[in-house]
């Protein structure tokens, strides 16, 4: 008797599994919608369709969720990407993008969290050049400095540093600005501050300052025509003169 009855209840057992697998690999339960949310600023509607038309397989219930998301995080300025299902039709993808912060040199962008991706850009972004894992040390750097420069009006545009980790930085492609090892964010709002009542009263433009004194900073002047009028060389043209460094207390 009781044979019987483990028989039957097997047999219920394996009837109730063949209906679900049905049931569940059923064309009946197809994904109707997909909702795509996001700030996109760069993935276009074209690379999302495709990523739906061709990498997306199965029902409702059999969609593999985690091959769903990297299929979307293969594009190129997606960063990170959640999917949810919503019974009883539609799949929910929140995508977030990278934000492009930098250059890494002439091999890839950096985002904000000093993250490498590979993606286009046409965008005038200041260049990171430094050792393989300073990534994200020289993004917060950067983001740092450009708060610390603006009351010169001018921004980083370049910023090295060597396997020494010595930082040196370009500002607006023109002025060379050698900070060095030691408290490099420190000493560069030193310089900010003493700048009103030091070199800003010379009203004379700068083509490299040397941050690494401890209680002052050196400067080299470009080239420059001295003021006297007719002064000409033998070719007739002004005499220029290259002024030697000065230095200023900080």
Same mark, same amino acid.
């Given at each position: ?6 028989? +039957?209840? @097997?047999?219920?057992?394996? *009837?109730?599994?063949?209906?679900? !697998? ?6 009946? !339960? ?6 795509? #949310? /996001?700030?996109?600023?760069? +993935? +276009? ?12 397989? /199965?029902?409702?219930?059999?969609? #593999? ?16 990407? &959640?999917?949810?299902?919503? $019974? ?15 250059? $890494? /040199?002439?091999?890839? *962008? ?6 490498? !991706? ?6 005038? @972004?200041?260049?990171?050049? /430094?050792? &393989? ?9 950067? *983001?740092?400095?450009? &708060?610390?420069?603006?009351? *010169? ?6 910023? $090295?540093? =060597? ?35 030091? @070199?800003?009263?010379?009203?004379? =433009? !700068?083509?490299?300052?040397? @941050? ?10 470009? #080239? ?24 200023? =207390?900080?």
């Amino acid at each position: 008797m009781w044979i019987a009855n483990l028989l +039957t209840g @097997l047999a219920m057992l394996l *009837l109730f599994y063949s209906l679900l !697998f049905l049931a569940v690999h059923s064309p009946l !339960f197809p994904v109707k919608r997909i909702k795509v #949310d /996001g700030e996109l600023r760069h +993935t +276009t509607r074209e690379q999302l369709q495709y990523v739906i038309k061709n990498e997306l397989k /199965g029902t409702f219930f059999t969609l #593999d969720l985690n091959k769903t998301r990297q299929d979307f995080e293969k594009l190129p300025w997606v960063r990170r990407v &959640e999917v949810r299902r919503r $019974w009883p039709d539609r799949l929910e993808v929140n995508i977030e993008e990278h934000r492009a912060i930098a250059r $890494w /040199g002439s091999s890839a *962008l950096l985002n904000q969290y000093g993250e490498q !991706f590979d993606a286009a850009s046409n965008e005038a @972004l200041p260049v990171l050049e /430094g050792p &393989e894992g300073a990534e994200r040390v020289m993004v917060e750097g950067l *983001l740092r400095l450009n &708060e610390i420069t603006q009351p *010169l009006g001018k921004k980083p545009t370049q910023i $090295w540093l =060597s396997e020494r980790r010595a930082w040196r930085m370009e500002l607006d492609k023109q002025l060379m600005i050698e900070v060095g090892r030691d408290e490099p964010i420190e000493r560069v709002e030193r310089f900010v501050k003493a700048y009103p009542n030091s @070199l800003a009263l010379l009203q004379q =433009s !700068f083509e490299y300052i040397d @941050l690494r004194y401890p209680n002052g900073f050196a400067v080299r002047l470009p #080239d420059y025509v001295p003021l006297e009028p007719g002064k000409l060389d033998a070719q007739g043209k002004p005499v220029v003169v290259k002024p030697k460094a000065v230095k200023a =207390s900080a």
